[in-house]
């Protein structure tokens, strides 16, 4: 034990903020929902037929299979009286005939998750996934577990919202199936997963960046998942075969299995004829995979870089930088509505302050800058007390600029 966390941390480190890309196993492992299948199986009980029936006239195609309960579905949902009050909380809510599906399974989603608490066997290692430093998480789950272990973070639901969102990559979760606090946005039928794949090449060019930027562990999911193929397959669409080497070491497969010794491995996968390089970590519970992202030092909170960031972004766009000098309590004490950041044209005075600015630079601004270049009313009350009285220093630019001085 401890030979994985050193080789992962010693791997990860010269890679940047690692992403996760998070799969239904660590919801089941944590708080006993099923997968998709299993929520499918829950809810063809409802109807009149066994859930193997709509298998097996779907060919065993899971989005046909679920296409095919929700429209049974459909009609239980409207007639039976258990289903009464959720049907007067979602009127006009439904959509189309899969609504009533997703909004039973949102609903249970939620309530499960509600009701669960972590394995009292499983509470520390919850805690090292807490604790990790990640820049960011990806996840084709419904349910708001991530939420839970990453409060600060931002969410974007559904490709919709994360393709024209202003998005800044760090300290944000992207729940591209959708999530159970908006029923409509969930990919589960045949239907949903066309306009996934038709919108899919957009979303992959949205996060291609990350995969090429960031290291990405991949946590919930079998090698084979037909998720993660399919974004690998996007991913070697958007690089093409000759630069796929730039995910070198980049793409961390992380997989549970019960027994046994937790290893780690340089291996390769096939998509669509192209070799990709992966690295393969095994192990019986996720405590050094956890150790090893918690291990990486931040100098500032994730959830501050990315305010940082977004008001950066703002400002470049509208080029508009009012309100962008003004005086800040303890940062530790405030809010994310709270902070602004501020910003100055000229790196000097971020440098040097306004207390301890010699005079020759006031004598400068004078000369080269008709509209100061200081703010006037700093100068005045903070710098200007600070000079012997016997030196000579400009004064009346600032004391006009901070309104101290009349016309006459």
């Known amino acids: 034990m401890g030979d994985v966390r050193d080789a992962l941390e010693a791997h990860l480190r010269p890679l ?3 992403f996760l890309f998070v799969g239904a196993g660590l919801t089941r492992r944590y708080a006993g929902l099923p997968n998709w299948e299993g929520l499918l199986r829950r809810f063809a009980g409802f109807t009149d037929k066994p859930y193997e029936y709509y298998l097996g006239a779907a060919g065993s195609d899971l989005p046909l299979t679920a296409s095919k309960i929700a429209e049974e579905f459909y009609e239980v949902w409207w007639n039976a009286p258990e289903y009464e009050a959720s049907r007067q909380e979602n009127s006009g809510a439904e959509t189309d005939g899969a609504s009533a599906l997703k909004i039973e399974v949102s609903r249970f989603v939620d309530d499960e998750l509600a009701k669960s608490t972590i394995p009292a066997e499983l509470a520390d290692e919850w805690e090292l996934l807490r604790q990790a430093t990640v820049d960011g998480i990806i996840t084709t789950n419904y349910d708001g577990l991530l939420k839970e272990a990453f409060p600060d973070f931002e969410v974007f639901v559904g490709q919709e919202q994360l393709l024209f969102a202003d998005t800044q990559g760090i300290a944000e979760t992207y729940m591209i199936h959708g999530s159970a606090a908006e029923p409509e946005s969930l990919v589960l039928t045949q239907e949903d997963y066309k306009d996934y794949q038709a919108r899919n090449p957009y979303l992959a060019a949205k996060l291609l960046t990350i995969f090429v930027e960031h290291p990405v562990l991949f946590l919930g999911y ?71 992202l918690g291990a ?27 309100d962008r000098l003004v005086a800040y309590a303890d940062i530790d004490s405030a809010t994310a509505e709270d902070i602004s950041v501020v910003f100055g044209v000229g790196a000097k005075m971020a440098i040097e302050g306004i207390v301890g600015l010699p005079r020759l630079k006031l ?32 004064v009346f630019k600032y004391l006009r600029g901070a309104g101290l001085v009349a016309d006459d």
């Open 16 to 18: 940047g903020g690692p």
């Open 222 to 292: 079998s090698l084979g998942d037909a998720n993660v193929n399919g974004i690998l397959h996007s991913l070697v669409q958007g690089l093409r075969a000759k630069n796929i080497d730039k995910l070198q070491k980049r793409l961390i497969f992380v997989e549970w299995k019960q027994n046994g010794d937790a290893t780690i491995s340089e291996t390769v996968v096939m998509v669509d004829g192209v070799t990709i390089p992966i690295t393969r970590v095994i192990v019986p519970d996720f405590r050094e995979v956890f150790g090893a």
């Open 296 to 322: 990486r030092e931040r100098a500032i909170p994730a959830k501050w870089l990315r305010i940082l960031k977004e008001q950066v972004y703002e400002i470049v766009l509208s080029n508009d930088p009012r």
């Open 363 to 394: 004598f400068a601004d004078v000369l080269d800058n008709p509209d100061g270049a200081y703010p006037a009313a700093e100068i005045v009350e903070r710098l200007l007390p600070t000079f012997p009285t016997r030196s000579w220093f400009p």
